[in-house]
């Protein structure tokens, strides 16, 4: 009797089933039922050539003064990198520079070279790095020709995540980094409750694909979150080595 009743309650719920199936594929709908025509997004130029900052871009560095950074020291004060033929680099010691400017969620383009005279091996050769937020790096360093560990090469989220690739062009080159991220969002208690999340493509190439960081930057140690401000400056690196930067702009998101 059981064995009636299980079998009887099977065969009713497949055919129920069956019936929401057939009721589902009857439903027709307009193709105008699926268009819609509010919001209409906004118009935006893009750069006359390859990698120039489209028109709702705030620019950050275009060669011709450094007014938009600042040192990073707790002080503040003018950066002292140098400015040379439209191009900065790290002046080594002055200590790493941020922008003025706060960034949350963003779009990130930038350009950097490093040294055509090649010095040290691994970590200690063409050594700088893009920290969003002053928290989470973006890791520049010359990885042509270069070993060290995975995750702090070139296009690495540093200690986090190895790049899918190596797109690295030679010493004296300028790579391009076109960084996509998110900002972490925490609740009133201070908890994350949303990771932040970065995109990286080098050189025209996707090497972090919307990876979910752990937390912020640690040399040693495991990363855990420390709640911090919606939008904050991101800092460029003196780690001692002439690395240069330009073409420096940003889209908030």
Do not use: C
Not at 23 to 29: N, S, T
Not at 99 to 105: P, Y
Not at 169 to 198: H, L, Q
Request: hydrophobic fraction near 35%; charge should be negative.
């Amino acid at each position: 009797m059981k064995s009636i009743v299980k079998h009887s309650a099977i065969f009713i719920l497949a055919m129920s089933s069956t019936s929401l199936f057939a009721q589902q594929k009857e439903v027709k709908l307009p193709p105008e039922a699926t268009e819609f025509y509010q919001p209409v997004p906004r118009k935006v130029t893009p750069g006359q050539e390859n990698n120039m900052a489209p028109d709702d871009a705030i620019v950050l560095f275009d060669g011709s003064n450094l007014n938009q950074f600042e040192s990073n020291r707790s002080e503040g004060g003018a950066a002292q990198w140098t400015l040379s033929d439209g191009v900065m680099t790290v002046k080594p010691r002055t200590g790493d520079i941020r922008t003025k400017e706060a960034f949350g969620d963003m779009q990130l383009h930038i350009e950097w070279s490093s040294p055509t005279e090649i010095k040290g091996e691994g970590q200690g050769r063409g050594n700088s790095g893009v920290i969003i937020m002053g928290h989470y790096e973006v890791q520049v360093l010359d990885s042509y020709e270069s070993k060290t560990y995975t995750n702090g090469q070139a296009a690495s989220i540093y200690k986090q995540f190895p790049p899918l690739v190596n797109a690295m062009k030679a010493p004296g080159e300028w790579n391009t980094y076109d960084i996509f991220f998110t900002a972490p969002r925490f609740n009133k208690d201070g908890m994350v409750i949303s990771p932040a999340k970065v995109t990286v493509v080098h050189n025209g190439v996707l090497v972090q694909n919307a990876v979910e960081l752990k937390g912020p930057t640690e040399y040693i140690g495991i990363p855990n979150y420390r709640a911090h401000a919606e939008e904050l400056p991101f800092v460029l690196q003196d780690h001692g080595d002439l690395v240069s930067y330009r073409n420096i702009w940003v889209r908030k998101l």
